[in-house]
């Protein structure tokens, strides 16, 4: 499985961004999909996973959603009211199960990672 994400880029707190991630190979309606992210000197941090169900870190609740296409092989991550403790690179991740999970070493696939930097 091949992930590809796309969609970071430079916004003012406040501002929104959608990332997109495409998922080539394997049988993309059967994982489960998770955003993580890792900001400069920090770990990397789970933000969002969906498969039957969604879930999200406290700090997106309210302002991120996450949500797939199946018909596309692509999840996505609609990013509103960003702040600047948002700023870091966000990867997508898949696991090759259905069942949701949020801790980033039970994902078995992960994309190359897109920025985001929020100016304040």
């Known amino acids: 499985v091949q992930l590809q994400a796309s969609g970071g880029g430079l916004v003012q707190a406040g501002g929104s961004l959608r990332l997109s991630c495409a998922a080539s190979?394997?049988?993309?309606?059967?994982?489960?999909m998770g955003w993580f992210r890792q900001a400069p000197g920090k770990e990397r941090e789970f933000v969002a996973a969906?498969?039957?169900?969604?879930y999200y870190t406290d700090s997106v609740k309210g302002r991120f959603t996450i949500s797939r296409d199946n018909a596309k092989n692509t999840v996505y991550l609609q990013m509103n009211s960003l702040k600047p403790e948002d700023t870091a690179v966000y990867y997508c991740?898949?696991?090759?199960?259905?069942?949701?999970?949020?801790?980033?070493?039970?994902?078995?696939?992960w994309g190359q990672g897109t920025l985001v930097t929020v100016s304040s």
């Open positions: 969906i498969s039957m169900n969604t």
């Open positions: 991740a898949a696991r090759a199960s259905p069942t949701l999970v949020v801790v980033a070493i039970q994902y078995d696939f």
């Open positions: 190979g394997g049988t993309f309606s059967n994982y489960c």
